[in-house]
C-alpha cells in the first residue's frame, strides 16, 4: 500500500529558476523589468487580427531565446516550436542557477501544447498541400514534446508528468510538486509550466470576449478584460536539507498548496468567490499560515469582469486591505499554462530581492472592495510570505505560498 | 525503481469503460471472448477527399449512456468519461455524499482531447474569420474540460487533474493518483482516460505513419472511448503504477521498456502480460522485449480488437488486466488461477510506461 506520511513533513526549498516571458529572457532582465513595470504587451504579427477585437499580447522575443540557448549546430537546426526554444532556454538557465540539481521527476503544466503546429497541419489540409514540415509539426504538436526537449538540457531519463488544468496549469504543477517533495515521496522535482501564443486560443478568447482591445487593467474599475501572453518558467525543488547540504543557492522555501474545483460553470466562476477563497484558505492551512502572515498576493487578476469580481472579493473578505496586492499579468498579459509557474518565479524574485512587482494600467480601483493594491510602480519591501493565484477554466482553482528561508 | 514514489501501490476498487465494444463490463469481456473486434467506420477528409478510418463508439452504446444536462453542449469526449467515470464508482460500490465527496479526487487522462470542437472551431476561423467562430464551442476545446464535467456530476471541490501525453498517460495517471492518496487526505481517486475521433485526427496519425488506412492491416486502428479505475485503500487488486520513461531514440526503446518491466516485475515471474500492441512501428519493440523477458508468459493485446484509443488506451488495458485477474482466464481462454498481470505500453511520442496488478485473495 501507499504509506501515509507520518513522519514530519520535508522542507521544500526552490535552489534555481529559469524563466522566459515577455519581461526578458532570464532572471537578469526580469527583475529589472518587474522593478520599473514595463510593459511587455505588443501588436500581434504572427497571423491574421483583423478580425479579432484584442490585436495585442504579451509577447516573448524569440530571436533572443534562440540566440541565448546554448546548443550545438546540429541541434540547433532541428525544427522546433516556440514552446519547446522557451522551456530549453529556461531549463539553461535553471542548469546555470544550480548545476547540482538533477531531476527525479519533472511536473509541468500546459494549456495547448504545440497549438500553432496542429493549426499549420489543418490549414495544409484547407490548402491541399503537403509540406516537408508536417511531420515534424504533428510531433511538436502534442505536449510532452516541449518538455522532453526540456529534459535533453540535462539528458535526464526522469519520467514526467504533464498538468493540463487550464490557466492553474503551473500553479497545479508547482504545488504538486512541492507536495511530492514534502512527503518525502521526491527529492528533487523540476516544476514549471509553458504556453505559446496560438491563433486558436487568441480567437478563442476574443470570441468569448474575454480579452479586450484596450489596455488589460487588472482590478480597475473600467477593466474591460485580458490579453494574452506567452513563456516558461521553471523551478527547481529540492527538500531543504538535502539542498543545504549540498551548498545549493536556497532562493525562498515553498510551504503551502491548495486546490478547489468551482463546479458553478466550466468558464465562469461562482460570483461568491467560493473557489478562490477556498484554494486560499486551504493552501494558508496547509502552510500553516493565516492571512495576517502574508505580506504579498500575486494575484491571478486577468482583469475580465467575472475573475476580478471574484478574486477581489476572496482576497477582501480573507486578507482585508491590510496585504499587498498585484496582478503581475498587466505588465505581459496571461500566459495561461505558464501563467502559475511565471507568477511562482516572480514570487521567488520578490522575495529574494525584497520588492513588490506593481499592478500597471490601474486608473481607478474597483471600489466594489477595498485592496491595497501596489499600483503602477513597484514599491520596496520587507517581504517574508507571498500568496499566488492561479484560476482556470473547468473552475481549477489553486494557490501555493512561497517564503523566504 | 527510478524514483522514490515508484514503489507505492494502491487497491482498485471500481472498474468502468465505454468501447467500439459497447460500455458494459461483462458485455464487452463477453464479445471480446467470442473474437468480436471493433468495426471500423470509414470517414473522408473533407478537404482532400482521403478516406480515413477509425472505430468509434456505436450509437446504440452511446444512446444507452442517456443525456446530461450538464452535457448538453459538450462533445463526445466528455459524455464517454462521465459515463465511464460513473459507472466505474457505481462498479466500486461508493456513494458519493458530500463528505465522500470531499475525500475524493479525479485524475484524468487524455491525449488529443477535444479535437471535435477544436477542429471546428478553427475551421471556422480559417474558412469564416475569426469574427464568426462560436464562442459556445471554444470553452469545450480545453483539456480539462471532460475532469470539469465529471467533477460537477460528483460534486467534488477539490482535487482534481488532467495529466496529457501520449497513450501511456493512463500510467501516469494512476502513478499521480497514487501520489495523491499517498498524502492521506483523500480516501479514493476516480481516475478517467478518454478520447474522441475526428477527421484531421486520423488524418495527423495517418500522415504520421501511425494509424492504418482503409482495408489496411498495418498501423493502428485509431479508437475512442473511456476507460476509469477507482483507486483507494480497500480492493481485491493491488496496483502499482511506473511512473514511466522517456524515449529520446527509437534504439533506446527495447531498453526504456526492458527496465520498466524490471522494475515492476524483479523476480521476472508474472502470469499474464497485457500488452499494447495495436499495428504499429511499437508493435516489433514490445514483442521483442516481451519475448526476451517473459517468454513463456500469456499474453493479450486488447488495442487488436477494440482498437487504439490514444489517451484512454492505457487504462482501457489496465480494466482488461483486473477483470482477468478477477476471472482467472483472458478473454475466450480457459479459466486459471492467476496472481499478476504486467501492463505495457511504448507510447507513439517517446513514452514508455507500465503498471503491475496482483491478486490479493
Redesign the interface.
Known sequence: MYSLSTSPPHRVAVTAVGIVSPLGVGIEETVPALRAGHDGVSPVTAFDVTRTRCKTAGLVDLAKVRDRLDLERARRNRPRHPASLMMMTAAQEVRRGDPGFEPELFVIGTTSGGMSFGEAFYRAQVEKRRPHTRAAWLANYLPQKPVLEAQGMWSSAAPSQIIANACASGTNAVGHAFRLVRGGQQRRVLCGGYDAISEMVFVGFDSLQASTPEMIRPFDKARTGLVLGEGAALLALEELGDAQKRGAPILAEITGYGISTDNHHLTQPHPSGIGPRQAMERALADALRTPGDVDYINAHGTATVFNDATEGTAIADLFGDRVAVSSTKSMMGHALGAAGAIEAAFSVLALEHQFLPPNIHLREPDPTWRLNIVANTSREASVRCVVSNSFGFGGTNATIVLEKV | M????TG????ICGLGWVTPLGADLDEVWARLGRGDVAEPRVIT?P??GRDLVYAPVPPKTVEALGRNPRLRRSSAISYFAVAAGLAAVQNAGVCLTPEAAARTAIVFA??S?GVIY??K???Q???Q???C???ML????????P???L??QF????????????CTVGF?AL??A??L????DLDRVVVVGTEECDW?LC??YR??RFARRPGGSRGALLAEGAAAVVLG?DGDL?LTAH????V?RQKDADA?LQRIHADLVPGGTVNLVVGGANGSFADAIERRALLEQFPQTTQYHPKQALGEALGASALIQVVVAALALRKGAIPGGNERRMDSALVTTLGY???AGGALLRRLD
Not at chain 2, 460534486?155 to 501520449?166: C, F, H, K, P, R
Not at chain 2, 492518496?181 to 492521506?184: D, E, H, R
Open positions: 527510478p524514483s522514490n514514489s507505492q501501490t494502491s487497491r477528409n478537404e482532400t487524455i491525449s482531447g477544436t477542429r472551431f478553427y475551421e476561423i480559417v474558412k474569420g475569426a469574427n467562430a462560436s464562442p471554444f470553452p469545450e476545446t480545453v483539456y480539462n474540460a475532469a470539469s464535467h467533477a460537477a460534486g467534488i471541490d477539490g482535487a482534481s487533474y488532467t495529466l496529457v501525453s501520449d501516469s502513478q499521480f497514487t501520489q492518496l499517498a498524502t492521506g484531421i488524418e495527423a500522415d504520421w485503500r493491488e511512473p514511466g520513461a522517456p529520446f526504456a511520442n517517446q513514452q
